[in-house]
T-cell receptor, first 112, second 115 residues
Framework: DAKTTQPNSMESNEEEPVHLPCNHS???????IHWYRQLPSQGPEYVIH???SNVNNRMASLAIAEDRKSSTLILHRATLRDAAVYYC?????????????FGQGTTLQVKP | KAGVTQTPRYLIKTRGQQVTLSCSPI?????VSWYQQTPGQGLQFLFE???????NKGNFPGRFSGRQFSNSRSEMNVSTLELGDSALYLC??????????????FGPGTRLTVL
């Protein structure tokens, strides 16, 4: 599975947008980009995923570079509840498994 | 719909003992995966079960084993516990487990402490 690189930590102010970057220079043409987050004392939860086009859902937006070698998770208005570890994960289109390979992720701190 | 449940939530064992952890997936989900989370190694994949068969396995010693029942509930067992097995053990379920777009739903985890 291709590897992803994320900054160890980021800070944000409450109610401001947050852009969480992820580099995946060895991504293959059939790899989907998934984001999960883990709130304190909880299991990870799905945030969003995409292949080529930018994606939006109620939690966040995912902006994917044209060459797909990087992506950015965008939280439009950070709240204190968004403080978590964010993981960027690649999954092959034909992946016949539930296996997720987690990196170290980005710890997001949100300041009031 | 109820989420993924794991029992027990907390467990204390001593070295050399064995332990069994349980996971009940979301109703209708057939794939169950297990992960170990430690401060040093982060989240690591243990194994995945689908329709009572182990479909994928991570890089863990044979002391770690699991199984899945016909109702999709899963158990994992760790024999001859070592201090390094102290961790948060997470279970995740999904509809089919395969395909890149299948969302994984995680339980709250079982915190295992080995003394």
């Amino acid at each position: 599975d291709a590897k992803t690189t994320q900054p160890n930590s980021m800070e944000s102010n409450e109610e401001e947008p947050v852009h969480l970057p992820c580099n995946h220079s060895t991504i293959s043409g059939t790899d989907y980009i998934h984001w999960y987050r883990q709130l304190p004392s909880q299991g990870p939860e799905y945030v969003i995923h995409g292949l080529t086009s930018n994606v939006n859902n109620r939690m966040a937006s995912l902006a994917i570079a044209e060459d797909r070698k990087s992506s950015t998770l965008i939280l439009h208005r950070a709240t204190l509840r968004d403080a978590a570890v964010y993981y960027c994960i690649l999954r092959g289109y034909s992946s016949n498994t539930g296996k997720l390979i987690f990196g170290q992720g980005t710890t997001l701190q949100v300041k009031p | 719909k109820a989420g993924v449940t794991q029992t027990p939530r907390y467990l204390i064992k001593t070295r050399g003992q064995q332990v069994t952890l349980s996971c009940s997936p979301i109703s209708g989900h057939r794939s169950v995966s297990w992960y170990q989370q430690t401060p040093g190694q982060g989240l690591q994949f243990l194994f995945e079960y689908f329709s009572e068969t182990q479909r994928n396995k991570g890089n863990f010693p044979g002391r770690f084993s699991g199984r899945q029942f016909s109702n999709s509930r899963s158990e994992m067992n760790v024999s001859t516990l070592e201090l390094g097995d102290s961790a948060l053990y997470l279970c995740a379920s999904s509809l089919a487990g395969g395909y890149s777009y299948n969302e994984q739903f995680f339980g709250p985890g079982t915190r295992l402490t080995v003394l």
